[in-house]
T-cell receptor, first 114, second 115 residues
Framework: AQSVTQPDIHITVSEGASLELRCNYS??????LFWYVQSPGQGLQLLLK??????LVQGIKGFEAEFKRSQSSFNLRKPSVHWSDAAEYFC????????????FGAGTRLFVKA | AAGVIQSPRHLIKEKRETATLKCYPI?????VYWYQQGPGQDPQFLIS???????DKGSIPDRFSAQQFSDYHSELNMSSLELGDSALYFC??????????????FGAGSRLTVL
């Protein structure tokens, strides 16, 4: 079965600093990978996705992520963090079982300090 | 643009009671997913439906059941509620893609509190 690991439970960065959130996946073939963001009490919003092709994908709100097959990673990056980016970030993988199941990582909570 | 609508947004029940959550997917989305998110937890997949048929089943307790209706809305029925069922329940919808490349759009969630 597929799995997603986000090794950092929480990260604190200063406003304006760069950000990288780590995500590792376990899957036998090329996975479908996603990053979602969740603000407190809200539903999850899709930031970006990787299906195939260019391994560097751009998302909304200035986020990008790079798929590295050799490292089984799909890390999320942003060059300059804004206070409004404080939220919980979930990496997810679409499971190709012939059905519909998206598996989420445990999440990384981002704190932004002024 | 229309989003995924969940109702009710908040629900308070007592132990052993029954609760029903409703989900209205984005128009033309044929796939619905239910997730349970406990405090500080990641969303746990419960169940999904594609074209009104159950597609995948996750960690859904036997006390819970769900279905997708002809208009594609879905209902999650929870019986014999336990304190541990207190959580945020998310519904998501997508256009069905058997390859797994499904982009989920989430509703705002229904918060269930069991006293």
């Amino acid at each position: 079965a597929q799995s997603v690991t986000q090794p950092d439970i929480h990260i604190t960065v200063s406003e304006g600093a760069s950000l990288e959130l780590r995500c590792n996946y376990s899957y036998g073939a090329t996975p479908y990978l996603f990053w979602y963001v969740q603000s407190p009490g809200q539903g999850l919003q899709l930031l970006l996705k990787y299906f195939s092709g260019d391994t560097l994908v751009q998302g909304i709100k200035g986020f990008e992520a790079e798929f590295k097959r050799s490292q089984s990673s799909f890390n999320l990056r942003k060059p300059s963090v804004h206070w409004s980016d404080a939220a919980e970030y979930f990496c997810a993988v679409g499971e190709n079982t012939g059905g519909f199941k998206t598996i989420f990582g445990a999440g990384t909570r981002l704190f932004v300090k002024a | 643009a229309a989003g995924v609508i969940q109702s009710p947004r908040h629900l308070i029940k007592e132990k052993r009671e029954t609760a029903t959550l409703k989900c209205y997917p984005i128009p033309r989305h044929d796939t619905v997913y239910w997730y349970q998110q406990g405090p500080g937890q990641d969303p746990q997949f419960l169940i999904s439906f594609y074209e009104k048929m159950q597609s995948d089943k996750g960690s859904i307790p036997d006390r819970f059941s769900a279905q997708q209706f002809s208009d594609y809305h879905s209902e999650l029925n929870m019986s014999s509620l336990e304190l541990g069922d207190s959580a945020l329940y998310f519904c998501a919808s997508s256009l069905g893609d058997l390859s797994g490349a499904n982009v989920l759009t989430f509703g705002a969630g229904s918060r269930l509190t069991v006293l």
